[in-house]
């Protein structure tokens, strides 16, 4: 017995399942991925879930499996047309993982989908959540697994604290989850993260866990708490970050016309991304520009003697493309 357990008598386990689930049959939203139990469906709407809003994501879930409707057909297409199809969705590496784990379904399992959260985790940028949520929402297995909203709920009503350290979090998770109701529990646990048991303005008032959960009687306090906080630093703008000129770059690339596929020069991709830009600022470019080839994001597709030997036209003979 995990020591989850102990803190958790079946009477409460029966009860937290009652209430959760009874909420998710009346406030569960009608997204698309629920309509499916397809282990491809699922696993693009997970990758394009990971750090971005459900109703920004779904008409690039609906475009790309227009485009791209089976694993096989993720697997054979250009990287580049991948990229281009995921653009303005951010985080761009989601898409060339995405790939590369279609590639591996197809090439080590004969394109048929891993069903254990072990085999999954063995796919390229499938980590233990993704791997989880494939197993519950395509398989309907009764597994536990955890998002950012999933252990704030778990935390608050089993520790009273959404602070609670993730392991003890996570075997409380598995305790809770109904037996046969996989995909449902998680599903709901999601959706209550995301709706109701939200991370700075919780619904508490009326919140249908309120007698079940250790954080409903401290939470005002705690949000009282959090507002009287200390400001922290203002980070630095978006527009002067690296992650910002990554994807400038990979915006560019995407925006080449037809006849330019051999690439770009780096001088001239530099003028497209940074205003002002000069050849002062090629190393700078040219760092960028190895970090995405790394991540399998560009192509640096001629390589320059003159780079190399740092003359005046190093950046010139350079070529960028997409994959």
Known sequence: MSSASAALPPERIAEIRSQLLGWFRQHARDLPWRRTRDPYAI???????????????????????E?????????????????????????????????????AIVERFGGEFPRTVDELRTLPGVGAYTAGAVAAFAFEQDVAFLDTNMRRVAGRVVFGDDAAPETRV?????????????????????????????ARRPACVICPLRESCLASASMQQ??????????????????????????????????????????????RLG???????????????????????????AVIAEESPAYNAGGPDAGEKLRVRLP
Not at 172 to 196: C, R
Request: charged share 25%; proline share 6%; glycine share 8%.
């Open 170 to 198: 996570l075997a409380a998770a598995s305790d809770l989850v109904p037996p046969g109701h996989g995909w449902e529990w998680n599903q709901a646990l999601i959706e209550f993260g995301a709706l109701q048991c939200t």
């Open 67 to 103: 485009q791209f409707p089976t694993v096989q057909a993720l697997a054979e297409a250009p990287t580049a047309e991948v990229i281009r199809l995921w653009s303005g969705l951010g985080y761009n590496r989601r898409a060339v993982n995405l790939q590369r784990a279609a590639i």
């Open 222 to 267: 705690f949000l009282a708490n959090k507002k009287a906080a200390p400001r922290k630093e203002q980070a630095a703008p978006f527009e002067t970050t690296t992650r910002y000129y990554r994807g400038r770059i990979v915006e560019a690339l995407r925006g080449l016309p037809a006849g330019e596929e051999e690439g770009i020069e780096l001088a």
């Open 43 to 65: 696993l693009v709407s997970e990758v394009m879930l990971q750090q971005t809003q459900v109703d920004r994501v779904i008409p690039y879930y609906e475009r790309f499996l």
């Open 271 to 297: 003028g497209l991304v940074r205003e002002g830009y000069s050849d002062d600022d090629l190393p700078w470019l040219r760092s960028l520009v190895d970090g995405l080839q790394r991540d399998g994001l």
